[in-house]
């Protein structure tokens, strides 16, 4: 095929659908007529109130726009709660650890001290979780602990 024959059934393609397009502008397919007009409906007898202005607010309030309910919350509102203050969250425990009982991997256990709950060291295993604190690793010589959005990575202290 070559850019001769191409070119030509472009302008042919084009021509046509110029073509449809003006004969649809033109005349449309399909003949649209109006239906006739219907009597106008009768006037009611007495006009309904007209609303007054306190009561668009109490509609307004009862199906609140903002909510995806659509419904005002279950909540009242407080300010004088709003003035109290936050609580202080409990202060992240201060973790040491004293030693490792290796067992060559088999089943480690870590001497960890300052453990909430527990006064003096305590014996952890991989796994285990004391106090909301859970032991992930216990290596050769360190300890990964995890909880209260920290991770503690122990390592044994030196006696000097």
Do not use: H
Not at 43 to 50: F, I, K, M, R, Y
Not at 95 to 118: F, K, N, Q
Request: charged letters at 20%.
């Amino acid at each position: 095929m070559t850019a001769a024959r191409v070119n030509c059934s472009l302008i042919t393609v084009a021509l046509a659908g110029f073509g449809l397009g003006a004969r649809l502008a033109s005349r449309p397919l399909v003949r649209v007529v109006v239906p006739p007009s219907a009597p106008a409906a009768p006037l009611p007898a007495a006009a309904s109130p007209e609303r007054q202005p306190d009561s668009l607010g109490v509609a307004f309030v009862a199906r609140d726009p903002f909510r995806v309910a659509r419904r005002p919350t279950d909540v009242p509102y407080d300010p004088m709660r709003l003035a109290q203050p936050v609580a202080a969250a409990a202060p992240k425990p201060a973790l040491a650890l004293v030693g490792i009982v290796w067992d060559w991997g088999r089943d480690p256990t870590a001497l960890v001290e300052g453990l909430p709950g527990s006064d003096g060291p305590r014996p952890v295993r991989v796994g285990e979780t004391v106090a909301g604190l859970r032991v992930k690793t216990i290596a050769l010589d360190q300890v990964v602990i995890t909880g209260l959005d920290t991770t503690w990575t122990l390592q044994v202290r030196q006696p000097w």
